[in-house]
C-alpha cells in the first residue's frame, strides 16, 4: 500500500513516521509513506499556499493551483483508489472505514489548513472526506496521522500477533474486554480464575460476555 500526504507543514508529520509500528510496517516493505510539502508546488514566489477568502471574512483559504499540481503529478504516475480530504465536515473516521481503507492500493490525503481549500478543490479532486472527531483542530495534519496509524496496524503483517488487530475495539462492533498480565495476584487483587483455567472455550466464551458487557454499559448504541 502507497500513502501520499499533502500537508504544508511536512515536519509535523516526518517524526510521526519514522516511528513505531508504522516504521516497521515501512521497513518491512508493506506500506510505503511519502510526505509531500504543498509548497514546494506553489509557483508563487513567496511559495504561497493560501490566499484571502473572496467575499472577504476572517481566515485564509488554501489555494487550489498548488494542490492541483501536486495531485495532478501523482495521478500520472499512478492511480489511486482514493483521493481523500481531512476535514472537520466530513464523514466520521470508524474502524468500519479503516478496515475499507486498508485494502486499498493506493491513497492521497490532503491536509486542509485555515478556513480549509478552495471549494474546486473538494469537486473536482476529492473521493472521500473524512473527520475524525467533532472538533476542529489547526490543521488536518494529526487527523491524516489518525487515519494513516489505524489503516496501516490494519494490513497483514504490520502487526506481529497477526490476530491481534481482529480482537481490538470496534473490530466486529464490540468493545475489547479486559485483560491482564502477570503477576496473577498484586496486593491481593486477583486476576479472574477462568483466565488461569487453561480452558480455551470457556476463555474465548467470557472475553465474549465481558465484551458484550462492556458494550452495553459504555457504548450501548454500538450494538443497536
Ligand atoms: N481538520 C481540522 N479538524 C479536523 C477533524 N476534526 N477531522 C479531520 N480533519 C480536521
Redesign the pocket.
Known sequence: MRIDIITCLPKLLESFFAHSILKRAADKGLVEVYVHDLREFSTHKQRQTDDYAFGGGAGMVMMIEPIDNCISKLKAERDYNNIIY???D?EN?SQRVANKLSLSGNIIIL??HYKGVDERVREQFITME???????????EL?AAVVSDAIIRLIPGVLSDETSALTDSFQDDLLAPPVYTRPAEYKGWKVPDILLSGHEAEINKWRMEQSLKRTKIRRPGLID
Not at 473524512?130 to 488536518?140: A, E
Open positions: 481531512m476535514t472537520p466530513g473516521f491536509c486542509g473524512i473527520s475524525i472527531g467533532d472538533y476542529v483542530l489547526s490543521g488536518g487527523a
